[in-house]
């Protein structure tokens, strides 16, 4: 008990008498053989969100955006919106649709058949009111109804 109150009035000064070692190396050293969590360890530094985009440091490690830029792309969408509206953050010609709805996250793994009965439709692309690009497997977890109007 004398001991724990000794270092207590030592600890002011970092208690390096025994501590010592910084096991995760963020700069506070261990404090009876454990270290002290003080956001700045390298261990910690991956939940961190230094650009403000709403994705980790991990996390912006896996997707391979920059973690120090919100948008990665400059496409006018922050990465963490990108990511939940299913689009490619490293791709500056793809970005939320303009209509309002969320791409489908299945959008890149829908296997056209063909125009068939019953079949999967195969993706393309038409303009849409807004002036957007719009691809049918945009929308693959939605109905899609198609209007067209011709006029001469
Ligand atoms: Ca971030
Ligand atoms: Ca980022
Ligand atoms: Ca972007
Ligand atoms: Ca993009």
Same mark, same amino acid.
């Given at each position: 008990?004398?001991?724990?109150?000794?270092?207590?009035?030592?600890?002011?000064?970092?208690?390096?008498?025994?501590?010592?070692?910084?096991?995760?190396?963020?700069?506070?050293?261990?404090?009876?053989?454990?270290?002290?969590?003080?956001?700045?360890?390298?261990? %910690?530094?991956?939940?961190? %969100?230094?650009?403000?985009?709403?994705?980790?440091?991990?996390?912006?490690?896996?997707l391979?955006?920059?973690? %120090?830029?919100?948008?990665?792309?400059?496409?006018?969408?922050?990465?963490?919106?990108?990511?939940?509206?299913?689009?490619?953050?490293?791709?500056?010609?793809?970005?939320?649709?303009e209509?309002?709805?969320?791409?489908g996250?299945?959008?890149?793994?829908?296997?056209?058949?063909?125009?068939?009965?019953g079949?999967?439709?195969?993706?393309?692309?038409?303009?849409?009111?807004?002036?957007?690009?719009?691809?049918?497997?945009?929308?693959?977890?939605?109905?899609?109804?198609?209007?067209?109007?011709?006029?001469?």
């Open positions: 008990m004398k001991l724990f109150l000794l270092c207590g009035g030592v600890f002011l000064l970092g208690c390096a008498g025994l501590g010592g070692e910084d096991t995760a190396g963020g700069g506070t050293t261990d404090i009876f053989g454990n270290d002290v969590d003080d956001g700045n360890d390298e261990e %910690d530094q991956g939940s961190t %969100d230094a650009d403000e985009d709403g994705l980790t440091l991990d996390e912006e490690t896996d391979g955006t920059d973690p %120090d830029e919100a948008d990665s792309d400059g496409d006018g969408t922050g990465d963490g919106e990108e990511v939940k509206q299913s689009t490619d953050p490293l791709d500056d010609k793809d970005f939320p649709y209509g309002g709805w969320a791409k996250a299945c959008r890149s793994d829908v296997d056209g058949e063909g125009f068939a009965e079949d999967v439709a195969k993706n393309f692309t038409m303009v849409d009111q807004f002036g957007e690009d719009v691809s049918l497997h945009d929308f693959c977890d939605r109905k899609v109804y198609l209007v067209f109007a011709a006029f001469w």
